[in-house]
């Protein structure tokens, strides 16, 4: 059965510092894998997707994510983070088949420090 | 980026009664889907609805759920008699072809009392 796993559930940098948000799946084949992210009574926004190609993916907002067969990871990154960057990020993989559902993680909070 | 709007934010509901709650998605669009996430927990699939049908559900999605495209243009799941455990945000989600991402709505937060 496809899932992931993001291990941190709380993260805390300070403003300026690097980010890297942990995220592992399991699944048969090659998944489509992309991060979202939702602010406080927000909607799930999208930051960035790996669907084939270059591993290392640019997304919006300076955030990156490189896909890592071997580990079986999607980590997101960010050079700089900053203070707006205040909220949750969840980790998706979804099965190349066209039109099939999304597995999420179970998030990771993260609080920036000023 | 394609829009999905979701009717209503909130709704406050008293257990049993029905509550249907929507989505207009702003743009071409082939496969739709509700998610939900219970306060605290993860993002969940309901189910998704291709060409007037649905073409998967999770166990979630029991007989007290429905969903339809009345008119072609809304998307609207209804919930026949609900519960306690049915509070939660709801997420209408659409994709636009082979290969591509999933927008969603702003969601609907759903509390039943």
């Known amino acids: 059965a496809q899932s992931v796993t993001q291990p941190d559930i709380h993260i805390t940098v300070s403003e300026g510092a690097s980010l890297e948000l942990r995220c592992n799946y399991s699944?048969?084949?090659?998944?489509?894998l992309f991060w979202y992210v939702q602010s406080p009574g927000q909607g799930l926004q999208l930051l960035l997707k790996?669907?084939?190609?270059?591993?290392l993916v640019q997304g919006i907002k300076g955030f990156e994510a490189e896909f890592k067969r071997s580990q079986s990871s999607f980590n997101l990154r960010k050079p700089s983070v900053h203070w707006s960057d205040a909220a949750e990020y969840f980790c998706?993989?979804?099965?190349?088949?066209?039109?099939?559902?999304?597995?999420f993680g179970a998030g990771t909070i993260l609080r920036v420090k000023s | 980026e394609p829009e999905v709007t979701q009717t209503p934010s909130h709704q406050v509901t008293q257990m049993g009664q029905e509550v249907i709650l929507r989505c207009v998605p702003i743009?071409?669009?082939?496969?739709f889907y509700w998610y939900r996430q219970i306060l605290g927990q993860k993002v969940e699939f309901l189910v998704s609805?291709?060409?007037?049908?649905?073409?998967?559900k999770s166990e979630i999605f029991d007989d007290q759920f429905s969903v339809e495209r009345p008119d072609g243009s809304n998307f609207t799941l209804k919930i026949r008699s609900t519960k306690l455990e049915d509070s939660a945000m709801y997420f209408c989600?659409?994709?636009?072809?082979?290969?591509?991402?999933?927008?969603f709505g702003q969601g609907t937060r759903l509390t039943v009392v």
């Open positions: 998706a993989v979804g099965p190349m088949e066209y039109g099939n559902k999304l597995v």
């Open positions: 609805f291709y060409n007037n049908e649905i073409s998967e």
């Open positions: 790996y669907f084939s190609g270059d591993t």
């Open positions: 699944y048969g084949a090659t998944p489509y």
């Open positions: 989600a659409i994709t636009q072809g082979e290969g591509t991402e999933a927008f």
């Open positions: 743009s071409n669009h082939l496969y």
